[in-house]
């Protein structure tokens, strides 16, 4: 089958884009759009080559996150044959800095979890209310931001931190009498989500977010409001 792949590409970071075709051919409906992406780039000169991150391939590592036809998606886990009417969309995350084509400054993650110091440092063990089932959901969490992408409270630069920052501090939770992480998850989730919960649904790893909320919200915010009463 053929396809018109159009590209919204960027040169470089603060310069105009442009959407840029290439036809492209294959009978491989499993075929990833990462591949795709890597094959139309065979037949490029380096200077037309596209940027786009990748590293797995494998939807273990969250690097190709894009918007496929509008939708944020993981490249190597769209199919090409997903796409029946024969054209295809990409664009780079929306929430995020362009650096290059698809590529796009995602740094402000790493940043939120450092500046917050949510990193499990010493030995953490178990109680009834928090359990290994719980932590393990967290864990599953790529950092790709496709949550954020559709999330319509967060902004780049902006206090709340979104899922992608509610995700690996619910792990943190089993510590649980950490005044400072309950102070952290209220400025930072409780005090500004608005609990739309797209970020549910575009989750590639299909991670139980309301459970995660749930939780945090009794441990960091409820449980602490009925000791002071």
């Known amino acids: 089958m053929k396809y018109k792949i159009r590209i919204l590409r960027q040169k470089e970071k603060n310069k105009d884009p442009f959407w840029e075709e290439f036809e492209f051919e294959t009978d491989e409906s499993n075929m990833a759009i990462s591949t795709v992406l890597l094959e ?7 200077e037309r080559k596209i940027f786009f991150e990748h590293s797995c391939l494998q939807k273990k590592c969250g690097a190709c996150a894009m918007v496929i036809n509008q939708k944020p998606s993981l490249a190597c ?3 090409i044959g997903d796409y029946k009417k024969g054209v295809i969309t990409i664009e780079p995350l929306r929430k995020f800095p362009v650096i290059k084509d698809l590529v796009v400054d995602r740094s402000i993650l ?3 979890l450092l500046e917050t110091d949510a990193f499990i440092k010493d030995y953490a063990s178990f109680d009834k209310k928090n359990t290994v089932e719980d932590s393990y959901e967290s864990l599953k969490c790529l950092q790709c931001g496709l949550c954020l992408e559709v999330c319509p409270s967060f902004n780049h630069d902006g206090d709340f931190y ?4 509610l ?3 619910s792990r943190m939770f089993i510590q649980e009498d950490d005044e400072k992480r309950a102070k952290d998850y209220k400025t930072h989730i409780y005090d500004k989500c ?4 797209s970020c549910r649904n ?3 790893m299909k991670i139980n977010i309301d459970n995660l909320l749930a939780r945090s919200n009794k441990i960091a915010i409820w449980r602490k409001h009925a000791k002071s009463h």
Do not use: H, R, Y
């Open 194 to 197: 608005a609990k739309s919960l």
């Open 167 to 169: 995700v690996p501090l």
């Open 110 to 112: 790493k940043k939120n």
């Open 162 to 165: 979104g899922t992608a920052f």
């Open 202 to 204: 575009i989750c590639p």
């Open 77 to 79: 886990a769209a199919k």
């Open 40 to 46: 139309i780039n065979k037949g490029l000169e380096d």
